[in-house]
């Protein structure tokens, strides 16, 4: 499966590993069919790092997954933080998984183990590339507000 990010930068396509990671898939998929980051914000962008987006409250503090509580790790020792583009969910702490989720900008090998990989960007680096150029303020806020605008859903990952 795959899915795109419609944001007011332009398009970003995930593809989402649905047979490694099949709760935290079935969460993601059925909050893009919900519309339920349609209009929300990427609270968090640290250059060289990630950005990070999911939460409805667009303060880094809310969010709720479609199982009306937390959820368990999906971690897969094949699946790696070794490149640029890399999905996983945020959280704050083990098997406290929510709807937030991040994007990485780089390897960042020290997120395996601890953070559930689901995905990876499939189209659009270019628009990654203006993400993590935006500028921000305190807490990492980018200065210019960078927003999902709504989300597609595509069976085909290629499609």
Known sequence: MSVT???NLGEVKLEIFCDDCPRTAENFLALCASNYYNGTIFHRNIKGFM??????????????SIYGR?????????????????LSMANSGPNTNGSQFFLTYGKHKHLDGTYTLFGRV???????????????GPDDRPLAEIRINRVTIHANPLA
């Open 70 to 86: 937390k959820f368990a790790d999906e971690i897969r020792e094949q699946l790696q933080h070794d490149k640029r583009g890399m």
């Open 122 to 136: 499939i189209g659009g680096a270019d628009v990654l590339d203006i993400m993590e150029k935006t500028p921000t």
């Open 5 to 7: 990010l419609h944001t």
């Open 51 to 64: 950005i990070q987006g999911g939460d409805p409250t667009g303060t880094g503090k809310g969010g709720e």
